[in-house]
């Protein structure tokens, strides 16, 4: 299994826009998708307002690269949220069982 990371910086003054995006959008979509074992949706805290993120764990490398494509080392970015966010970070681990 495959524990992927994905961190999200906002713009200065599109956290409740993101906000929104995230629970409504991202959060469903992610929960729905086949191959994931595990969401794990984080909301940012008040010393970090602008940073969301995921913790997502994958069944195998096959169902991410479907969901994401070959270039699955590369944030995906979702129109609707591409005019909302600074930064995106994405790390990939193999899960320790």
Do not use: C, N
Request: negative net charge; charged residues 30%.
């Amino acid at each position: 299994m495959i524990m992927r990371i994905f961190q999200v910086r906002t713009r200065p003054g599109k956290e409740a826009e993101f906000a929104t995006f995230f629970r409504d959008t991202a959060i469903p979509l992610m929960k729905s998708t086949r191959g994931i074992v595990t969401v794990l949706p984080g909301a940012p805290r008040a010393e970090s307002s602008r940073d969301f993120s995921f913790v997502m764990v994958w069944k195998d490398l096959a169902s991410l690269k479907a969901f994401v494509g070959e270039d699955y080392e590369t944030p995906h970015i979702d129109p609707a949220e591409a005019e909302l966010v600074e930064a995106r970070t994405i790390k990939h681990y193999d899960l320790v069982e």
